[in-house]
């Protein structure tokens, strides 16, 4: 299901990859007795129905971005699985019942934003707005949702769960720097995604005066050393990224006409991001005037920094401990579902390695013996908090 042959995985949200792997883990998911539901923007939800009261619930994503890994948003889904199978072959029933959530389109790969799937079910996206969402490549999301057969009954915003925790790779280098197993994640990153728009003169390569172009693709090319040195000179946790640039006619020997980029602007702090945000369209103002270029931007999605609950992450990092692991508390500069169960919801984290950073990678990989350990940390959290050992 999305196997690119190099290690990686291709399964964008709501494609035929997407839907034989949603149908796998449905059955999965039967196959453990789970009560399956599917809610009307496709988010996936099997619930193992003991005990009284709201679940705690777990899960993560199973679409990928075009050139991913087999670990990113993946591991979630199937830990949480792996969480419900060992507490009943143990006999283990805990006082609440427990949910693994396939949240819809958290890549924002094919359709925009990001976190889209979880985002409509916390009530902070309207049903509506995101079913007439369009792909990248063409289809609405609501008639992809349909076409799958993935168009759920189940209303949006949803039932507000217990609690929710969410493991994943930290898709970043600072726990195999740091020598720590696991990460009690504290919040995530602010993100703002914005699409750069850049018309100006086509015309010959050969017989133009460089002191008479009007050159989109220099403009572009400039937009991103501006956003390099604005994060180095910013430093902390300011990252700016230039992640994809289309030129038109794109040819040798022609001065483009007009250059399509997207900027994705990230940092921890709320103030800082809007510093970061309001200096580039500083910049972007006056290079459009000295360039003799149109430049327009378009917000494509726009997420404050979250903080995760401190209870949740004192459960991780107690229950982390008592196994024997190292840990450590880092924030995530990648965004995830949990970040949008945290508006309703205590929420937390758990990280593991993820070998020399890599990720949206097909070389994307952590050692089985990390990937049991930060499962069994996730177990004994869940259980804790299924079993409101929390409130203690």
Request: glycine letters at 12%; one cysteine or more; hydrophobic letters at 40%.
């Given at each position: 299901?999305?196997?690119?042959?190099d290690g990686?995985?291709?399964?964008?949200?709501?494609?035929?990859?997407?839907?034989?792997?949603?149908?796998?883990?449905?059955?999965?998911?039967k196959?453990?007795?789970l009560t399956?539901?599917?809610?009307?923007?496709?988010?996936?939800?099997?619930?193992?129905?003991?005990?009284?009261?709201?679940?705690?619930?777990?899960?993560?994503?199973?679409?990928?971005?075009?050139?991913?890994?087999i670990?990113d948003?993946?591991?979630?889904?199937?830990a949480?699985?792996?969480?419900?199978?060992?507490?009943?072959?143990?006999?283990?029933?805990?006082?609440?019942?427990?949910?693994?959530?396939?949240?819809?389109?958290?890549?924002?790969?094919?359709?925009?934003?990001?976190?889209?799937?979880?985002?409509v079910y916390?009530?902070g996206?309207?049903?509506?707005?995101?079913?007439?969402?369009?792909?990248?490549?063409?289809?609405?999301?609501?008639?992809?949702?349909?076409?799958?057969g993935?168009?759920?009954?189940?209303?949006?915003?949803?039932?507000?769960?217990?609690?929710?925790?969410?493991?994943?790779?930290?898709q970043?280098p600072?726990l195999?720097?740091e020598?720590q197993?696991?990460?009690?994640?504290t919040?995530v990153q602010?993100?703002s995604?914005?699409?750069?728009?850049?018309?100006g003169?086509s015309?010959?390569?050969?017989?133009?005066p460089?002191?008479?172009?009007?050159?989109?693709?220099?403009?572009?090319?400039?937009?991103g050393?501006?956003?390099?040195?604005?994060?180095?000179?910013?430093?902390?946790?300011?990252?700016?990224?230039?992640?994809?640039?289309?030129?038109?006619?794109?040819?040798?020997?022609?001065?483009?006409k007009?250059a399509?980029?997207t900027?994705d602007?990230?940092?921890?702090?709320?103030?800082?991001?809007?510093?970061?945000?309001?200096?580039?369209?500083?910049?972007?103002?006056?290079?459009?005037?000295?360039?003799?270029?149109?430049?327009?931007?378009r917000?494509?999605?726009?997420f404050?920094?979250?903080?995760?609950?401190?209870?949740?992450?004192?459960?991780i990092?107690?229950?982390?401990t008592?196994?024997?692991?190292?840990?450590?508390?880092?924030p995530?500069?990648?965004?995830?579902?949990?970040?949008m169960l945290?508006?309703?919801c205590?929420?937390?984290?758990i990280?593991?390695?993820s070998?020399?950073g890599?990720s949206?990678?097909?070389?994307?990989?952590?050692?089985?013996?990390?990937?049991?350990?930060?499962?069994?940390?996730?177990?004994?959290?869940?259980?804790?908090?299924?079993?409101?050992?929390h409130?203690?």
């Amino acid at each position: 299901m999305g196997n690119t042959g190099d290690g990686g995985c291709c399964r964008l949200a709501l494609t035929d990859e997407d839907k034989e792997g949603r149908d796998l883990v449905v059955n999965w998911m039967k196959d453990l007795g789970l009560t399956v539901e599917i809610d009307a923007i496709g988010n996936i939800f099997g619930t193992w129905r003991v005990g009284a009261g709201a679940p705690v619930m777990t899960g993560s994503h199973i679409d990928t971005v075009r050139t991913g890994g087999i670990y990113d948003g993946n591991l979630g889904v199937i830990a949480g699985l792996e969480v419900i199978e060992t507490l009943q072959s143990a006999g283990v029933e805990p006082k609440r019942p427990i949910t693994v959530a396939v949240f819809t389109d958290e890549e924002g790969a094919r359709f925009a934003p990001d976190m889209l799937g979880s985002l409509v079910y916390v009530g902070g996206l309207g049903l509506e707005a995101a079913l007439d969402t369009k792909a990248i490549d063409g289809p609405r999301l609501g008639d992809e949702l349909e076409r799958i057969g993935y168009a759920g009954a189940l209303p949006c915003p949803g039932a507000t769960p217990h609690a929710f925790i969410e493991y994943h790779i930290e898709q970043g280098p600072v726990l195999e720097v740091e020598n720590q197993q696991i990460g009690v994640v504290t919040g995530v990153q602010g993100i703002s995604w914005q699409e750069i728009v850049i018309k100006g003169q086509s015309n010959h390569a050969g017989t133009t005066p460089m002191s008479m172009r009007h050159d989109p693709a220099y403009a572009a090319s400039m937009i991103g050393v501006f956003l390099r040195e604005l994060a180095r000179s910013m430093g902390g946790n300011q990252v700016c990224t230039v992640g994809r640039i289309e030129l038109v006619p794109n040819l040798i020997n022609v001065v483009p006409k007009s250059a399509t980029l997207t900027v994705d602007i990230r940092n921890t702090d709320e103030q800082l991001l809007q510093h970061a945000e309001s200096t580039f369209q500083d910049f972007i103002e006056r290079l459009a005037s000295t360039e003799g270029v149109e430049i327009t931007s378009r917000r494509l999605a726009r997420f404050e920094p979250v903080v995760f609950d401190d209870g949740v992450l004192d459960v991780i990092e107690r229950e982390s401990t008592a196994l024997g692991a190292t840990s450590m508390r880092l924030p995530s500069g990648a965004g995830h579902d949990a970040q949008m169960l945290a508006r309703v919801c205590p929420t937390g984290m758990i990280f593991t390695q993820s070998h020399k950073g890599l990720s949206h990678n097909p070389a994307e990989h952590t050692d089985a013996d990390l990937l049991e350990l930060g499962a069994n940390v996730l177990l004994a959290t869940m259980l804790a908090m299924a079993n409101d050992e929390h409130l203690n």
